[in-house]
């Protein structure tokens, strides 16, 4: 999640532009056209409520990173997810399974006399 960061960002202005409005609303920050509006008292906390949403969606993807979903394990880990079920190399007489029992395998250079 390259892009988590932005929706962290995008929360917290959300909650920022929401407590402001909020607080303009109510008459507590005074010294613009929307201190005293009902209006604003009625949106910022809608708004904070939403950038709270927000901030909890992002946090939730952060966490989640830690997990492994499909297709987005790191490399060694779906590398060694690709090898299983593959025949392994390393099993004792595991290149011998086609040669008749009553004879050894023959050495390519015992016909070179």
Do not use: E, H, Y
């Not at 929706?7 to 056209?33: E, N, R």
């Not at 708004?47 to 990173?65: C, E």
């Not at 060694?80 to 595991?94: A, H, I, Y």
């Amino acid at each position: 999640m390259k892009k988590n960061w932005l929706v962290l960002a995008l929360g917290a202005l959300l909650i920022f532009f929401g407590v402001t409005w909020t607080l303009q609303g109510i008459d507590v920050m005074k010294g613009s056209a929307m201190s005293g509006a009902t209006l604003w008292a009625v949106v910022g906390p809608i708004v904070a409520l939403a950038g709270l949403v927000v901030l909890g969606v992002g946090i939730a993807r952060r966490r989640r990173v830690g997990r492994c979903a499909p297709n987005s394990c790191p490399a060694p880990t779906r590398r060694l997810r690709r090898q299983v079920g593959r025949p392994r190399n390393d099993r004792p007489n595991s290149g011998t399974a086609s040669l008749p029992a009553s004879r050894p395998p023959r050495s390519p250079w015992a016909s070179v006399s």
